[in-house]
């Protein structure tokens, strides 16, 4: 059974930065297609960035720039900087696992960015 547990979450100050992380049991990390989504309130779930196997990335427009995302195939981990934040960005954070039919979410973690 594969599982994803994101941590990092928290409060934080408009500008400031956070690392999110997922650590990823079950499966084979290294050929997922690994991403991190998110909810406001109100909102539905917004892709904000991926990263193949390979390593290529994407990002949503309102990130690129601020955000990095990373893995690490030895920790079975992905990870999400955060950088400038702005109350915006302020949401559930989950973490994503892709491959074929595959896909798996992770339980979020929330962010939350106020004064």
């Known amino acids: 059974q594969v599982q994803l547990v994101e941590s990092g979450g928290g409060l934080v100050q408009p500008g400031g930065s956070l690392r999110l992380s997922c650590v990823v049991s079950?499966?084979?990390?290294?050929?997922?297609?690994m991403g991190w989504y998110r909810q406001a309130p109100g909102k539905q779930r917004e892709l904000v960035a991926v990263?193949?196997?390979?390593?290529?990335?994407n990002y949503a427009e309102s990130v690129k720039g601020r955000f990095t995302i990373s893995r690490d195939n030895a920790k079975n981990t992905v990870y999400l900087q955060m950088n400038s934040l702005k109350p915006e960005d302020t949401a559930v954070y989950y973490c994503?696992?892709?491959?074929?039919?595959?896909?798996?979410w992770g339980q979020g973690t929330q962010v939350t960015v106020s004064s």
């Open positions: 990263i193949t196997w390979s390593r290529n990335t």
């Open positions: 994503n696992a892709q491959y074929s039919v595959e896909n798996y």
């Open positions: 079950g499966g084979i990390f290294s050929i997922y297609t």
